[in-house]
């Protein structure tokens, strides 16, 4: 069973950082297209950040362009998602997943940006 575990949320004020890991299970994450997705209260979950299997083919949403990296780790079958200069408006719930394959979403992550 494909199971992906979020972490690394937490309150940050405005203009911090933060450093998200997805942790999958019950596949080899090396093979596939990883993205990171976030819901805000009240909105429709939207996509965040794409990683190709290589690294090498990476998009973002522009809100967040120059301020977040994402990352792969196959070796430790890990995917992270650096956020910096947070603004209040990227508080949501973090997720992660397999592009394309409409995985379950798992239990997600929460970002506060808040002073």
């Known amino acids: 069973q494909v199971q992906f575990v979020e972490s690394g949320g937490d309150l940050v004020q405005p203009g911090g950082s933060l450093r998200l890991s997805c942790q999958a299970s019950?596949?080899?994450?090396?093979?596939?297209?990883m993205g990171w997705y976030r819901q805000a209260p009240g909105k429709e979950r939207e996509s965040v950040a794409s990683?190709?299997?290589?690294?090498?083919?990476?998009t973002y949403r522009d809100s967040v362009k120059g301020r977040f990296t994402i990352l792969r780790e196959n070796a430790k079958n890990t995917v992270y998602l650096q956020m910096n200069s947070l603004k209040p408006e990227d508080t949501a719930v973090y997720y992660c997943?397999?592009?394309?394959?409409?995985?379950?979403w798992g239990q997600g992550t929460q970002v506060t940006v808040s002073s």
């Open positions: 990683i190709s299997p290589n690294g090498v083919t990476i």
């Open positions: 997943r397999r592009t394309n394959y409409g995985d379950a």
């Open positions: 019950g596949i080899q994450l090396r093979a596939y297209f």
